[in-house]
């Protein structure tokens, strides 16, 4: 069974960081493009970061250029997600999502597999 699953949300100050990390089991990430997506209440999911399996493809959305950086560990079949200097506008449900490509995509419609997300928030 392909499954994500992420961890490392939780509740942080402004100005703090986390790290997220998404965990594959049943299929290997070196083969796949995986995408760090969030939803805030009453507002459409936004592509956050990405970065394709041999990483010549990739993006982060403007808002946390500076602030956040995706990585991969392939040997531990791990993506991260460093979030520094966070805001009370980062505070939302974070999903990590992949597809079978080289390539990165903004639209979250173009994904075949996510996890379940981990609440972010921000707040003093």
């Known amino acids: 069974q392909l499954q994500l699953v992420e961890s490392g949300g939780g509740l942080v100050q402004p100005g703090g960081s986390l790290r997220l990390s998404c965990a594959a089991s049943?299929?290997?990430?070196?083969?796949?493009?995986i995408a760090w997506f969030r939803q805030a209440p009453g507002k459409e999911r936004e592509g956050v970061s990405c970065?394709?399996?041999?990483?010549?493809?990739?993006y982060v959305v403007d808002s946390v250029k500076g602030r956040f950086a995706i990585s991969r560990d392939n040997a531990k079949n791990t993506v991260y997600l460093q979030m520094n200097s966070l805001k009370a506008e980062d505070t939302a449900i974070y999903y990590c999502?992949?597809?079978?490509?080289?390539?990165?995509?903004?639209?979250?419609?173009?994904?075949?597999?996510w996890g379940q997300g981990t609440q972010v928030t921000v707040s003093s």
């Open positions: 970065m394709s399996s041999s990483g010549g493809s990739s």
């Open positions: 999502a992949a597809r079978l490509n080289d390539y990165c995509r903004r639209a979250w419609n173009r994904y075949d597999y």
């Open positions: 049943g299929f290997t990430l070196d083969y796949y493009t």
